[in-house]
């Protein structure tokens, strides 16, 4: 099936034009199509959602649905507007279903395009840094009181560090395409981060720790910023939105967001935690969801950028031994220098783990 003849699937109407690949993202596949409807351009997200990530398609659009409902109606509350402030799923025709399935049987989805919006990979503006802090943590106050434990798990164990351990010494024991061997110092250096990575983990199992919704895909890239005025308009790419602790979304958006290198650059040695980035983040996020967290909650944040860094780099090596399936490689050895790069990241934050504190403690 083409592009047109998928669009048609879902109850979107007009005359298609066109439509071009969108190539950012590890995951799915996904297009920016265009449609004249009454002599005006629509425009809308079509996503081939990734059946090898995403093991039940319809489960995971399920949770998505309920949490965009949700927010929506905090939306309205507030008075924002729900066409730029939420996104929204289009539905099939025939089966009023938020997907279809094409005659391959892979499933597609279709949101709304928000014009006039932009999204970062990276930036260094720290007014729009904070706001994109505030949009995820006012995406967490905004859940605040959805039944997180309700939702379906979409990638169990997703952000289980200690189960990210087992799975590293599995690779290595199993080792398929003899790459251990290259890569021993990033594994003895990530043995070594394993006590205090896990211990986020730890809080969880015992009950110390709320399961909040968490986003557990925090970029600066998942949150889109209006052109014009610079404002905050919706959060984005909730594929993996499940029950999690409030530490996960801030540890990865600061791991994403604060590092001086994007997270593949392999000059490790400019690999450092961005101390006005850090704080920039932190101002916005707390601003809009401390007065709902909890002591330990406010505690466990800065683990949690340790944590979320040391995990990712677990998750690229582990990949990387197990011959890349699961991330997008542009290159042999793409996920070894994307583990390198975390790495040194993990060791600044461990350095300046002192001053993150005193940050944090500023604006709790």
Not at 186 to 195: R, V
Not at 218 to 231: A, C, E, F, L, Q
Request: with cysteine; proline share 2%; glycine share 6%.
């Amino acid at each position: 099936m083409t592009i047109k003849d998928i669009c048609a699937l879902f109850d979107i109407g007009g005359t298609y034009l066109g439509c071009r690949e969108i190539e950012s993202g590890n995951i799915n596949s996904t297009f920016r199509v265009s449609f004249e409807r009454d002599g005006v351009l629509k425009e809308y997200i079509l996503q081939k959602i990734n059946k090898r990530v995403f093991k039940e398609p319809p489960k995971v659009m399920d949770n998505i649905v309920r949490i965009t409902n949700h927010i929506r109606m905090k939306v309205l509350k507030r008075g924002d507007s729900t066409r730029t402030g939420v996104l929204r799923a289009f539905y099939s025709r025939e089966e009023d279903h938020p997907y279809v399935i094409d005659d391959c049987g892979e499933y597609w989805r279709c949101y709304r395009y928000i014009h006039n919006s932009k999204t970062y990979d990276s930036l260094d503006d720290l007014e729009i840094i904070t706001k994109i802090g505030g949009a995820f943590g006012r995406f967490q106050e905004d859940l605040s009181d959805f039944p997180a434990k309700t939702l379906f798990i979409t990638i169990p164990n997703f952000h289980d560090t200690k189960k990210r351990y087992v799975a590293l010494r599995e690779a290595i024991e199993i080792d398929p395409y003899k790459r251990v061997k290259k890569v021993k110092e990033q594994i003895s250096m990530l043995f070594e981060f394993e006590k205090m990575a896990c211990e986020l983990q730890e809080y969880l199992d015992n009950g110390k720790l709320p399961y909040r919704v968490t986003h557990n895909d925090t970029k600066s890239n998942n949150v889109s910023i209006d052109k014009i005025t610079g404002d905050v308009l919706a959060v984005l790419d909730l594929d993996t939105v499940m029950p999690g602790a409030i530490a996960h979304d801030f540890g990865d958006a600061i791991r994403f967001i604060a590092n001086t290198r994007k997270e593949d650059d392999v000059q490790y040695e400019l690999v450092e935690l961005d101390m006005d980035k850090y704080e920039a983040f932190t101002k916005g996020f707390i601003g809009e969801v401390g007065s709902v967290l909890t002591d330990l909650e406010k505690k466990t944040l800065n683990l949690g950028v340790f944590t979320m860094t040391v995990e990712l780099a677990l998750r690229f090596l582990t990949d990387y031994i197990l011959g890349d399936k699961y991330f997008k490689n542009n290159y042999p050895g793409h996920n070894v220098d994307r583990t390198k790069n975390q790495i040194a990241l993990s060791k600044s934050i461990l350095n300046k783990f002192e001053q993150m504190e005193g940050i944090l403690k500023k604006y709790l």
